[in-house]
């Protein structure tokens, strides 16, 4: 059975940094194509940063500069490392993988920046 499972959530203060992991079983990890996704309460779902199978990567705008995505095939996760984050980051984070067409999402976890 395909699983992605998100960990790392909390609250945390503004300026403050979390890591957050997403554990992949059942897919041989190291050759999807894997990305990071948020969604506020009644809000669309927006791509956060991405990286490739060979370990590319790209990030929106917000997330340049603040956010790092990392993998371990070997651990067979993906990583968000975020620092300095704001109130506007609070959200519910997903993982997506996708390999030829072939695409899954984790269950989320949750984001909360305040004081």
């Known amino acids: 059975q395909v699983q992605l499972v998100e960990s790392g959530g909390g609250l945390v203060q503004p300026g403050g940094s979390l890591r957050l992991s997403c554990a992949g079983y059942?897919?041989?990890?190291?050759?999807?194509?894997m990305r990071w996704y948020r969604q506020i309460p009644g809000g669309e779902r927006e791509l956060v940063a991405y990286?490739?199978?060979?370990?590319?990567?790209n990030y929106e705008e917000f997330a340049k500069d603040r956010f790092t995505i990392s993998r371990d095939n070997t651990k067979k996760t993906l990583y968000l490392q975020m620092d300095r984050l704001k109130p506007d980051d609070t959200a519910v984070y997903f993982c997506?993988?996708?390999?030829?067409?072939?695409?899954?999402w984790g269950q989320g976890t949750q984001v909360t920046v305040a004081s």
């Open positions: 997506h993988g996708e390999l030829g067409g072939r695409t899954y």
């Open positions: 059942g897919i041989i990890f190291r050759l999807y194509h």
């Open positions: 990286i490739s199978a060979d370990g590319r990567t």
